[in-house]
C-alpha cells in the first residue's frame, strides 16, 4: 500500500537551476496538493489540484508550477531555483474535506 | 483566506506535565482535523471533530471542537516524550478544501 510518494527524498541545486519535484498517490483521490514547510514552521500551501486537468494557486505560487494530467501524479516544477525557495516540500492527497495523505517530503537545498 | 491561529507557537514542558493547544480562526469550518508530525516525516491525522461542541478522546488526548466551528483544543494529559512534535490543526470549507494551522511545536523532557 504505496499512498503518496514522493521523489527525490533530497535535492541540492544551484540559483538558476530548473528542477521537478515528482509525486504520485495510488489512492485514486481527486485533490492533489503542494506544501513547502520552513523551519520551525508550519505547512503553507503552493499550488493545489482538484482533479485531472485543474490546478490553482495557493498562498505561495511564485517560482513553480503545476500540471495534473492524470489522476495519479502532481509534479511539482521550480523554474529557476532560487535560495528563497530552500525548504522541504510535502505533497498530499485526499477526497474533498476528508483525511489528507502525505508523502515522506523532499528536502530542497538551492546554493 | 481563511487563516488558523495556532497557540503557542513553541511549548516545552516536563514529562507529566497537561498542556492544552489552540487552533483559532475567525472563519467557520465543517470539520476539523488534527495532524502530528514527526521528524523528518510528513503529518499524519489523529483525529477528525465534525459538530460543534463535539469532544474526542485518543488516549491521554482530547479534542474539543468550538460551538460555532471556528476553534478547536487539544489537550494532553501527562505528557510522555513521545508526545513530542509540531502539531498542526486543518480546517475544512467546501471546495477549498483544507487549510492548514501555523502549527505547535511540543516537546516532552524526559
Known amino acids: 500500500n504505496a499512498g503518496v510518494t514522493q521523489t527525490p527524498k533530497f535535492q541540492v541545486l544551484k540559483t538558476g537551476q530548473s528542477m521537478t519535484l515528482q509525486c504520485a498517490q495510488d489512492m485514486n483521490h481527486e485533490y492533489m496538493s503542494w506544501y513547502r514547510q520552513d523551519p520551525g514552521m508550519g505547512l503553507r500551501l503552493i499550488h493545489y489540484s482538484v482533479g485531472a486537468g485543474i490546478t490553482d494557486q495557493g498562498e505561495v505560487p511564485n517560482g513553480y508550477n503545476v500540471s495534473r494530467s492524470t489522476t495519479e501524479d502532481f509534479p511539482l516544477r521550480l523554474l529557476s531555483a532560487a535560495p528563497s525557495q530552500t525548504s522541504v516540500y510535502f505533497c498530499?492527497?485526499?477526497?474533498?474535506?476528508?483525511?489528507?495523505?502525505f508523502g515522506q517530503g523532499t528536502r530542497l537545498t538551492v546554493v | 483566506t481563511q487563516l488558523l491561529e495556532q497557540s503557542p507557537q513553541f511549548l516545552s514542558i516536563q514529562e507529566g506535565e497537561n498542556l492544552t493547544v489552540y487552533c483559532n480562526s475567525s472563519?467557520?469550518?465543517?470539520?476539523l482535523q488534527w495532524y502530528r508530525q514527526e521528524p523528518g516525516e510528513g503529518p499524519v491525522l489523529l483525529v477528525t471533530v465534525v459538530t460543534g461542541g463535539e469532544v474526542k478522546k485518543l488516549k491521554r488526548l482530547t479534542f474539543q471542537f468550538g460551538d460555532a466551528r471556528k476553534d478547536s483544543s487539544l489537550h494532553i494529559t501527562a505528557a510522555q516524550p513521545g508526545d513530542t512534535g509540531l502539531y498542526l490543526c486543518?480546517?475544512?470549507?467546501?471546495?477549498?478544501?483544507?487549510?492548514f494551522g501555523t502549527g505547535t511545536r511540543l516537546t516532552v523532557i524526559p
Open positions: 486543518a480546517g475544512a470549507a467546501g471546495a477549498n478544501n483544507l487549510f
Open positions: 472563519s467557520v469550518f465543517s470539520s
Open positions: 498530499a492527497s485526499n477526497t474533498l474535506n476528508t483525511e489528507a495523505f
